[in-house]
């Protein structure tokens, strides 16, 4: 099993839509979550920490359950300028100390007008 | 704000040469790392430290030195240019700790082997 998968997608939404993407892990140790957003032939840019309690940023909301190991990603009256490709980051801790960060594949959205 | 500076942004090599892509930040992070990128497959991390001198391989690294000789800086070096090595390459740099996955990655290095 992948540490870390995603749904490729696309999702292709209409504008205004509500929008949601799962990760999936498979080490139950992992400590930290994120989500990046990737435009097209861009770099990688941190979207949001996924915190135990949750994490809402705006139209942008982030979940942790950690008893079926998923993240998830909620966006609420989708842009256009949301279309991008969304990366799911876990980081786990290894006992030597030395922390490897695993990407999900990503999940392309494509928001229509 | 410089951040994470990747170079050269574009390369095109032949078979069998060898290069290094160069990352340099300034944020004094402890934490760098290579990742490759190809179509449908993600970031694949193929090297990474978590302070100077300190290395480790990740899921590809084969084909791939890295040396981490200061906090700054974290060449990539492609030893022996292979097609399979045409892929856009990203550094990027972070805390080490807990909170090591908030990176911030360079603008990326698109490699074309012939």
């Known amino acids: 099993r992948k540490e870390v998968e995603q749904d490729p997608g696309p999702f292709n939404v209409p504008e205004g839509a509500t929008v949601a993407f799962n990760c999936t892990y498979s080490n139950s140790a992992s400590q930290s979550f994120f989500w990046y957003r990737q435009d097209c032939r861009k770099e990688p840019k941190l979207l949001m920490s996924v915190y135990s309690s949750g994490n809402e940023d705006g139209r942008f909301t982030a979940q942790l359950n950690r008893a079926s190991q998923y993240i998830s990603l909620l966006i609420r009256d989708s842009k256009l300028s949301d279309s991008a490709t969304y990366l799911c980051v876990v980081n786990p801790t290894y006992s030597g100390g030395y922390q490897k960060v695993t990407f999900g594949t990503g999940t392309k959205l494509q928001v229509i007008p | 704000n410089a951040g994470v500076t990747q170079t050269p942004k574009f390369q095109v090599l032949k078979t069998g040469q060898s290069m290094t892509l160069q990352c340099a930040q300034d944020?004094?992070?402890?934490?760098m790392s290579w990742y490759r990128q190809d179509p449908g497959m993600g970031l694949r991390l193929i090297h990474y430290s978590v302070g100077a001198g300190i290395t480790d391989q990740g899921e590809v690294p084969n084909g791939y030195n890295v040396s981490r000789s200061t906090t700054e800086d974290f060449p990539l070096r492609l030893l022996s240019a292979a097609p399979s090595q045409t892929s856009v390459y990203f550094c990027a740099s972070g805390r080490a700790g807990v909170n090591t996955g908030e990176l911030f990655f360079g603008e990326g290095s698109r490699l074309t082997v012939l």
């Open positions: 944020m004094n992070h402890e934490y």
